[in-house]
Each structure stands twice: as structure tokens, then as C-alpha cells.
């Protein structure tokens, strides 16, 4: 069983899990906030917020004391499109005839922010980035409980991250046509994990410990309609986080049902108790 020990997420709406709840239900009432995000810049990448927003989430994470051992962390990377900001720019150089900028092609791998931070967060332990097809959350908790039967690691940190692009709002058109409010959006959402076992729930009135109990692939559907769930790849992982604080504060009752979709079909039920 897995529990969560940290969340972390970034976004137009900052770095608050109030600020992202309040900004998703913005999105599925079809306002229309900012879905881009004005970040400091890493030196040596350019042109997009895809590193930028993985770096400061690894940081917000160092900074909290959370993690126990660096050495012994594995970090996992999970995005449906990656860099399309930068994919789209060296692609438009191409086409205008400029010449090639080396750093977009370094800079496009996934995971060369996870080694730019590795050095000095210290950073030593297994790295990953993967691509998945709508059901982040699944394929990260799959692969993070993978992770956590090695020797060498303790906590598992998992990392879903989404751009706002043009390119990604025509492919989510082209992946899922009946769910219109499916938007692309700059975020980043984070859970740092760990294994536990035997009898570990707990009833104080110390903050609750939250794991997650159990994943389910789901047979048949829900009802005749789809939720509204306007966070493109990283829906489930933004249900869980948000599902998670609320938990922190008693402000649901235990256990909560989180609901991962893939694009065009398909979901996982992932069962969260305290």
C-alpha cells in the first residue's frame, strides 16, 4: 500500500492546492482564466515552461524536508504530449529555414531536467520518464509501486506535467471529440510516496496519514455521460491531490473514490482511506 506523504502542484493559480481546486472548478464551469504560467526561467532552457515548472516543483519538495534520503529517492516523470513548446519551436525553425538551436533538442528530453537537478538537489537514485495515454495517474502509481519494491528506494516522487499549446489543445481535439472542455493548460502535480504495510490507519487528532488503498480497472461504465474534467492527461492526478488535502482536513469523509480516464475510453477507480 502506498501513502501519500507530500503533494505538490504549480499553475496559473500558484502553488496552492486551494488555488488548484478553485481554478479547476473555474475550468469546468467553462470560465476562461489564464492557462499559461509566467515562471523564472532554468539557465540553459529556453522557450517553454515544461522544465521550468518540473525544476520548481523538485525544489518546493527539497524545501519542504520531506524527503528522507536523496539518495535513495526515485523520481518519476509522466506526460500525454511533453514538450510541445518546444518540439513546436525547433519545428517552426526548421520550416523558416533558421538555423538549428542545439539547446531545443537537449532541452526536449524529458527527463534532462531531471539530471540538470539532480546535481544540486544531490540527487542520486532511479529516474524514469514515461508517456502515457490519458490515465497518468495508473501508469505513474503502477510504475511508482514497481519502484518502491528496490532495495535502494524509499520514497518514490511522481511528476505529471502538461504545457498549453495549440499543438495540444488540436490533439486532445483529435483523442477524445466528445469532451469539448478537455483544454490544455500549464501544470504541473506532484506526490511523494511511500510503502507501508500492516495496520497503519490511524484516527488522532493529528493530521491523518492518506494512502492509497486500492486501484481498480473499471469494466463498465459510469453512466451515459463523461464528468467534466478539464485537465488534459492529469485529471486524476489533480482529482487525488485536491481529494488529499480535503482528507488533511477531515473536510471529506474516508474513504474517497478518484475516477483516472484515458483518452477515448477506458478508467481506473483508485480508492483513497486514512
Request: glycine residues 8%; proline residues 6%.
Amino acid at each position: 500500500m502506498l501513502k501519500v506523504t507530500a503533494t505538490e502542484c504549480l499553475g496559473p493559480w500558484g502553488h496552492s492546492i486551494e488555488g488548484l481546486a478553485d481554478y479547476s472548478d473555474m475550468l469546468r464551469a467553462a470560465e476562461e482564466p489564464s492557462r499559461s504560467i509566467d515562471i523564472e526561467p532554468v539557465p540553459g532552457f529556453i522557450e517553454s515552461a515544461f522544465n521550468p515548472m518540473v525544476y520548481q516543483i523538485l525544489k518546493k519538495h527539497v524545501d519542504s524536508g520531506m524527503i528522507r534520503s536523496h539518495q535513495k529517492l526515485a523520481i518519476l516523470l509522466g506526460s500525454a504530449f511533453g514538450d510541445t513548446a518546444t518540439a513546436d519551436r525547433a519545428s517552426q525553425n526548421l520550416l523558416q529555414g533558421k538555423v538549428h538551436n542545439p539547446l531545443l533538442f537537449y532541452q526536449s528530453v524529458p527527463n534532462s531536467i531531471l539530471g540538470y537537478a539532480s546535481k544540486p538537489f544531490g540527487f542520486t537514485g532511479m529516474i524514469s520518464a514515461i508517456s502515457h495515454f490519458g490515465n497518468g495517474l495508473v501508469s505513474l502509481l503502477d510504475l511508482a509501486a514497481i519502484y518502491m519494491d528496490q532495495p535502494d528506494v524509499e520514497q518514490v516522487l511522481v511528476i505529471g506535467v502538461e504545457l498549453q499549446s495549440s499543438r495540444s489543445d488540436e490533439l486532445l481535439a483529435e483523442l477524445a471529440p466528445s469532451e469539448p472542455s478537455l483544454r490544455s493548460c500549464d501544470h504541473a502535480i506532484s506526490l511523494l510516496l511511500e510503502s507501508v504495510e500492516g495496520d497503519v490507519f490511524s484516527d488522532t487528532d493529528e493530521e491523518p496519514y492518506i494512502y492509497i488503498e486500492a486501484v481498480e480497472s473499471l469494466t463498465e461504465p459510469l453512466g451515459t455521460e463523461l464528468p467534466v474534467r478539464p485537465f488534459a492527461g492529469n485529471q486524476g492526478l489533480v482529482d487525488l491531490v485536491i481529494a488529499v488535502d480535503q482528507l488533511k482536513k477531515r473536510e471529506v469523509a474516508t474513504p474517497v473514490i478518484i475516477y483516472d480516464y484515458e483518452f477515448g475510453g477506458g478508467c481506473h477507480a483508485i480508492k483513497l482511506s486514512q
